[in-house]
T-cell receptor
Protein backbone atom coordinates (compact mmCIF):
# COMPACT_ATOMS: atom_id res chain seq x y z
CA UNK A 1 0.00 0.00 0.00
CA UNK A 2 0.90 3.67 -0.03
CA UNK A 3 3.52 4.92 2.39
CA UNK A 4 3.21 7.89 4.67
CA UNK A 5 6.19 8.87 6.76
CA UNK A 6 6.35 11.14 9.79
CA UNK A 7 9.30 12.80 11.42
CA UNK A 8 10.35 12.98 14.18
CA UNK A 9 8.92 9.92 15.87
CA UNK A 10 9.69 11.35 19.28
CA UNK A 11 10.41 14.86 20.42
CA UNK A 12 10.93 16.41 23.81
CA UNK A 13 10.85 20.15 24.19
CA UNK A 14 10.74 22.79 26.86
CA UNK A 15 7.56 24.65 27.66
CA UNK A 16 7.21 27.75 25.53
CA UNK A 17 9.14 26.48 22.54
CA UNK A 18 7.74 25.46 19.15
CA UNK A 19 7.96 22.05 17.57
CA UNK A 20 7.53 21.10 13.93
CA UNK A 21 6.36 17.68 12.79
CA UNK A 22 6.62 16.63 9.16
CA UNK A 23 4.34 14.29 7.26
CA UNK A 24 5.37 13.02 3.85
CA UNK A 25 3.64 10.85 1.29
CA UNK A 26 6.53 8.86 -0.15
CA UNK A 27 5.08 7.21 -3.23
CA UNK A 28 2.02 9.25 -4.09
CA UNK A 29 0.83 12.81 -4.24
CA UNK A 30 -1.59 13.90 -1.58
CA UNK A 31 -3.55 17.08 -2.11
CA UNK A 32 -5.10 16.52 1.28
CA UNK A 33 -3.59 15.25 4.49
CA UNK A 34 -5.18 14.87 7.88
CA UNK A 35 -3.73 15.50 11.30
CA UNK A 36 -4.95 13.54 14.29
CA UNK A 37 -4.17 13.64 17.97
CA UNK A 38 -4.31 10.50 20.04
CA UNK A 39 -4.34 10.46 23.82
CA UNK A 40 -3.25 7.30 25.68
CA UNK A 41 -5.80 4.54 25.24
CA UNK A 42 -8.12 6.93 23.46
CA UNK A 43 -9.32 7.52 19.99
CA UNK A 44 -7.92 9.42 17.05
CA UNK A 45 -9.23 12.95 17.23
CA UNK A 46 -9.26 14.79 13.94
CA UNK A 47 -7.53 18.13 14.40
CA UNK A 48 -7.42 19.55 10.92
CA UNK A 49 -7.41 18.87 7.23
CA UNK A 50 -4.33 20.08 5.43
CA UNK A 51 -4.95 21.29 1.89
CA UNK A 52 -2.10 21.72 -0.57
CA UNK A 53 -1.79 25.33 -1.65
CA UNK A 54 -4.51 26.66 0.62
CA UNK A 55 -5.38 27.12 4.25
CA UNK A 56 -5.98 24.19 6.49
CA UNK A 57 -9.46 23.41 7.74
CA UNK A 58 -9.58 23.07 11.50
CA UNK A 59 -12.05 21.08 13.54
CA UNK A 60 -14.12 22.82 16.14
CA UNK A 61 -12.18 23.46 19.32
CA UNK A 62 -8.74 23.23 17.72
CA UNK A 63 -6.76 26.46 17.98
CA UNK A 64 -5.47 27.57 14.60
CA UNK A 65 -2.75 29.76 16.05
CA UNK A 66 -1.61 26.98 18.35
CA UNK A 67 -1.38 24.27 15.74
CA UNK A 68 -0.02 25.75 12.54
CA UNK A 69 -0.41 23.59 9.48
CA UNK A 70 1.36 24.13 6.21
CA UNK A 71 0.95 22.01 3.09
CA UNK A 72 3.52 23.49 0.78
CA UNK A 73 3.80 20.63 -1.67
CA UNK A 74 1.88 17.58 -2.83
CA UNK A 75 4.01 15.32 -0.66
CA UNK A 76 4.62 17.32 2.49
CA UNK A 77 2.48 18.71 5.28
CA UNK A 78 3.85 20.14 8.50
CA UNK A 79 2.28 20.65 11.90
CA UNK A 80 3.90 23.20 14.17
CA UNK A 81 2.90 23.24 17.81
CA UNK A 82 3.61 26.80 18.87
CA UNK A 83 4.45 27.87 22.40
CA UNK A 84 4.07 24.31 23.56
CA UNK A 85 2.83 23.54 27.05
CA UNK A 86 2.70 20.26 28.98
CA UNK A 87 -0.95 19.80 28.07
CA UNK A 88 0.10 19.64 24.41
CA UNK A 89 2.00 16.45 25.15
CA UNK A 90 0.38 13.79 23.02
CA UNK A 91 0.73 11.45 20.09
CA UNK A 92 0.23 13.25 16.79
CA UNK A 93 -0.40 11.19 13.69
CA UNK A 94 -0.97 12.24 10.12
CA UNK A 95 -2.73 10.43 7.33
CA UNK A 96 -3.47 10.75 3.65
CA UNK A 97 -5.50 9.09 0.95
CA UNK A 98 -3.79 7.69 -2.11
CA UNK A 99 -5.77 8.99 -5.11
CA UNK A 100 -4.75 5.86 -7.02
CA UNK A 101 -6.38 3.56 -4.51
CA UNK A 102 -9.72 1.97 -5.30
CA UNK A 103 -10.79 2.14 -1.69
CA UNK A 104 -11.16 5.19 0.47
CA UNK A 105 -8.38 3.90 2.70
CA UNK A 106 -6.47 6.30 4.87
CA UNK A 107 -2.75 5.63 5.14
CA UNK A 108 -1.22 6.68 8.41
CA UNK A 109 2.23 7.87 9.33
CA UNK A 110 4.15 6.31 12.19
CA UNK A 111 3.07 9.06 14.53
CA UNK A 112 5.06 11.54 16.57
CA UNK A 113 5.12 11.49 20.34
CA UNK A 114 5.52 14.96 21.75
CA UNK A 115 6.55 15.49 25.35
CA UNK A 116 6.58 19.03 26.66
CA UNK A 117 8.51 19.52 29.88
CA UNK B 1 -18.71 17.17 12.90
CA UNK B 2 -19.80 13.58 13.01
CA UNK B 3 -20.00 11.84 16.41
CA UNK B 4 -19.03 8.18 16.48
CA UNK B 5 -19.50 6.03 19.55
CA UNK B 6 -17.93 2.62 19.97
CA UNK B 7 -18.55 -0.25 22.39
CA UNK B 8 -17.14 -2.02 24.23
CA UNK B 9 -13.95 -0.23 25.15
CA UNK B 10 -12.29 -3.49 26.13
CA UNK B 11 -13.07 -7.03 25.08
CA UNK B 12 -11.49 -10.32 26.07
CA UNK B 13 -12.33 -13.55 24.29
CA UNK B 14 -10.99 -17.06 24.27
CA UNK B 15 -9.08 -18.12 21.20
CA UNK B 16 -11.51 -19.52 18.67
CA UNK B 17 -14.48 -17.55 19.93
CA UNK B 18 -16.09 -14.67 18.09
CA UNK B 19 -15.71 -10.98 18.87
CA UNK B 20 -18.22 -8.26 18.07
CA UNK B 21 -17.60 -4.53 18.23
CA UNK B 22 -20.40 -2.04 17.69
CA UNK B 23 -20.43 1.57 16.58
CA UNK B 24 -23.08 4.21 16.14
CA UNK B 25 -22.85 7.44 14.20
CA UNK B 26 -24.83 10.63 14.31
CA UNK B 27 -24.87 12.08 10.83
CA UNK B 28 -27.18 10.28 8.42
CA UNK B 29 -25.13 11.71 5.54
CA UNK B 30 -22.16 9.49 6.42
CA UNK B 31 -21.67 6.99 3.64
CA UNK B 32 -18.35 5.26 4.22
CA UNK B 33 -17.45 3.20 7.28
CA UNK B 34 -13.95 1.74 7.60
CA UNK B 35 -12.48 -0.29 10.43
CA UNK B 36 -8.86 0.10 11.46
CA UNK B 37 -6.65 -2.14 13.53
CA UNK B 38 -3.83 -0.64 15.56
CA UNK B 39 -1.28 -2.96 17.10
CA UNK B 40 0.80 -1.72 19.98
CA UNK B 41 3.31 0.85 18.81
CA UNK B 42 2.19 0.65 15.21
CA UNK B 43 0.12 2.79 12.92
CA UNK B 44 -3.58 2.08 12.29
CA UNK B 45 -4.26 -0.08 9.25
CA UNK B 46 -7.46 -0.66 7.36
CA UNK B 47 -8.90 -4.14 7.79
CA UNK B 48 -12.31 -3.80 6.18
CA UNK B 49 -14.72 -1.12 5.06
CA UNK B 50 -18.32 -0.81 3.95
CA UNK B 51 -20.24 1.77 1.99
CA UNK B 52 -23.77 2.87 2.67
CA UNK B 53 -25.21 1.08 -0.34
CA UNK B 54 -24.24 -2.29 1.14
CA UNK B 55 -25.65 -3.99 4.24
CA UNK B 56 -22.91 -6.52 4.86
CA UNK B 57 -19.40 -7.30 3.72
CA UNK B 58 -17.18 -10.23 4.56
CA UNK B 59 -13.48 -10.92 4.17
CA UNK B 60 -12.42 -14.32 5.48
CA UNK B 61 -12.83 -14.20 9.28
CA UNK B 62 -13.88 -10.57 9.35
CA UNK B 63 -17.29 -9.18 8.53
CA UNK B 64 -18.97 -5.82 8.88
CA UNK B 65 -22.69 -5.07 8.96
CA UNK B 66 -24.37 -1.73 8.47
CA UNK B 67 -27.84 -0.60 9.50
CA UNK B 68 -28.41 2.81 7.96
CA UNK B 69 -31.82 3.27 9.52
CA UNK B 70 -30.49 2.77 13.02
CA UNK B 71 -27.16 4.41 12.15
CA UNK B 72 -25.02 1.66 13.51
CA UNK B 73 -22.45 -0.73 12.15
CA UNK B 74 -20.61 -3.66 13.64
CA UNK B 75 -17.38 -5.59 13.20
CA UNK B 76 -17.48 -9.34 13.60
CA UNK B 77 -14.34 -11.43 13.96
CA UNK B 78 -14.83 -15.19 13.96
CA UNK B 79 -12.41 -17.90 15.05
CA UNK B 80 -10.28 -15.35 16.85
CA UNK B 81 -6.53 -15.86 17.08
CA UNK B 82 -3.95 -14.29 19.42
CA UNK B 83 -2.69 -12.13 16.58
CA UNK B 84 -6.11 -10.49 16.44
CA UNK B 85 -5.25 -8.82 19.76
CA UNK B 86 -5.07 -5.07 19.07
CA UNK B 87 -7.07 -1.89 19.33
CA UNK B 88 -9.84 -1.61 16.75
CA UNK B 89 -11.29 1.69 15.62
CA UNK B 90 -14.42 2.27 13.63
CA UNK B 91 -14.83 5.44 11.60
CA UNK B 92 -17.48 7.30 9.67
CA UNK B 93 -16.98 9.61 6.76
CA UNK B 94 -19.38 11.85 4.89
CA UNK B 95 -17.21 13.10 2.09
CA UNK B 96 -14.70 10.28 2.02
CA UNK B 97 -12.20 12.78 3.26
CA UNK B 98 -12.72 13.76 6.89
CA UNK B 99 -12.86 10.58 8.94
CA UNK B 100 -14.27 10.62 12.46
CA UNK B 101 -13.14 7.77 14.63
CA UNK B 102 -14.79 5.90 17.45
CA UNK B 103 -13.17 5.63 20.86
CA UNK B 104 -11.52 2.31 20.14
CA UNK B 105 -11.88 -1.23 21.45
CA UNK B 106 -8.94 -3.04 22.98
CA UNK B 107 -9.37 -6.68 22.01
CA UNK B 108 -7.45 -9.39 23.84
CA UNK B 109 -7.58 -12.94 22.55
CA UNK B 110 -6.64 -15.38 25.27
CA UNK B 111 -4.77 -18.45 24.02
Amino acid sequence: GAVVSQHPSRVICKSGTSVKIECRSLDFQATTMFWYRQFPKQSLMLMATSNEGSKATYEQGVEKDKFLINHASLTLSTLTVTSAHPEDSSFYICSAKDPRAQTGELFFGEGSRLTVL
Amino acid sequence: GENVEQHPSTLSVQEGDSAVIKCTYSDSASNYFPWYKQELGKRPQLIIDIRSNVGEKKDQRIAVTLNKTAKHFSLHITETQPEDSAVYFCAASITGNQFYFGTGTSLTVIP
